[in-house]
């Protein structure tokens, strides 16, 4: 059974699965981003209404939360893993949009079908609520209306930004990446990226030659150190911003 398929029968049956564990990593998330103004920070408050009904289920490594095209009929938060988004080109390849960490809420569509896929990156906890219930929930709550408006105009933003940096030098874009990265995940100097290189080139639109290249050559000029395949520690980030800039 597809994951669409396993939410419309958890729903039917009404059946809220969470376990202590998943239930712990959803109240840390939301702790550690509680101070945040960003769109998705008020966003994933509104999973915690009774009234919208969310439930939480897991998906495997690798495993297809949505596809693209297909009806967009739940709003997602990942409550633990991380998420990708992305599109297939014409040509085949893989251009991923977003990555989603704890506390993200993604898959809200503007029109009636999904425009991108989603897949866990590693095995993940997903609470997902019905798009027409929360949307019904916002003709009753104008906080909710208001807060679907920013999320939707973050997403904007987002698309924006990363439109931009697909235009910048190889340099660029890997620093750029690194920096929202650290601000993302851990808020530190150390960071343990839970993607692969190959999610990275799909993301910055660069070969996974270019960005392994491009981290060796950031590590010469002290910016990084690089810990292993994904842990990096960032020695200086003003040269990254200055990259970034």
């Known amino acids: 059974m597809d994951y669409p398929r396993k939410l419309d029968a958890m729903i039917h049956h009404k059946e809220t699965v969470m376990s202590p564990q998943a239930n712990s990593q959803l109240h840390r998330s939301d702790a550690a981003r509680s101070g945040e103004r960003s769109g998705a920070a008020e966003a994933f408050h509104l999973f915690g209404m009774a009234e919208l009904g969310a439930a939480v289920m897991p998906a495997e490594r690798n495993s ?14 990942v409550v633990s893993g991380t998420v990708r988004t ?19 809420v993604f898959g809200f569509e503007l029109g009636a079908e999904h425009s991108d896929s989603a897949e ?21 709550n104008h906080e909710i209306a208001r807060v679907l408006l920013t999320m939707t105009g973050q997403d904007l933003q987002r698309a924006r930004d990363h439109s931009l940096l697909l235009i910048k030098s190889a340099h660029e874009r890997v620093a750029s990446f690194l920096l929202e990265m650290a601000h993302r995940l851990s808020n530190k ?34 910016a990084i150190k690089l810990m292993g395949s994904r842990r990096i520690v960032v020695r200086n980030p003003s040269a990254l911003t200055e990259l970034d800039d």
Not at 124 to 130: H, K, L, P, Q
């Open 86 to 104: 992305y599109r297939v080109l014409s040509d085949g390849r893989r251009q991923i949009s977003g990555f989603h960490v704890a506390g993200d």
């Open 189 to 222: 100097s150390e960071i343990e990226l839970p993607m692969s290189r190959q999610d990275i080139a799909d993301y910055l639109g660069l070969t996974i030659e270019t960005v392994s290249r491009t981290l060796t050559q950031l590590q010469g000029e002290a």
């Open 64 to 77: 297809e939360i949505y596809g693209e095209s297909e009806p967009a009929d739940y709003v997602y938060k």
């Open 120 to 140: 866990a990156i590693a095995d993940c906890n997903i609470m997902f609520v019905r798009r027409s219930t929360l949307l019904a929930a916002s003709q009753r």
